[in-house]
């Protein structure tokens, strides 16, 4: 069945990942961090959105790492769809993060 927006599940190094450009990306900085140019590589690092004490909802970036001493958090997108467009601009007010997209 394919799924909602014709990405390609992808599995390497045993991680399954939504889309091949998604996995493409681990790759490269996977490669990244063996050459030390970036530490730290997490996966799917998440983030609740908690207002007024109140949890709505949670984002979950697709990857997160160290790049010059600064944290870089990154999303890989095919489709940036109104809820997604939503969840970023309240973590990155609820967060001093900012979310690059690739």
Known sequence: ??????????????????????????????TLQQAGVITNL?????YDVVVNGQK???YKADFRYMENGAQVIEDVK??????????KKLVEALY??????V
Not at 1 to 17: E, L, N
Not at 42 to 46: D, G, M
Not at 78 to 87: C, E, F, N, Q, S
């Open 78 to 87: 095919g489709m940036r769809t109104p809820i997604y467009r939503l969840k």
């Open 1 to 30: 069945m394919p799924t909602k927006y014709r990405a390609k599940k992808v599995t390497v190094d045993g991680i399954r990942f939504d889309s091949i450009k998604e996995s493409h990306r681990y790759l490269e900085l996977k």
């Open 96 to 101: 001093p993060i900012k979310i690059i997209e």
């Open 42 to 46: 997490e996966l799917q690092p998440r």
């Open 56 to 58: 709505i909802c949670y």
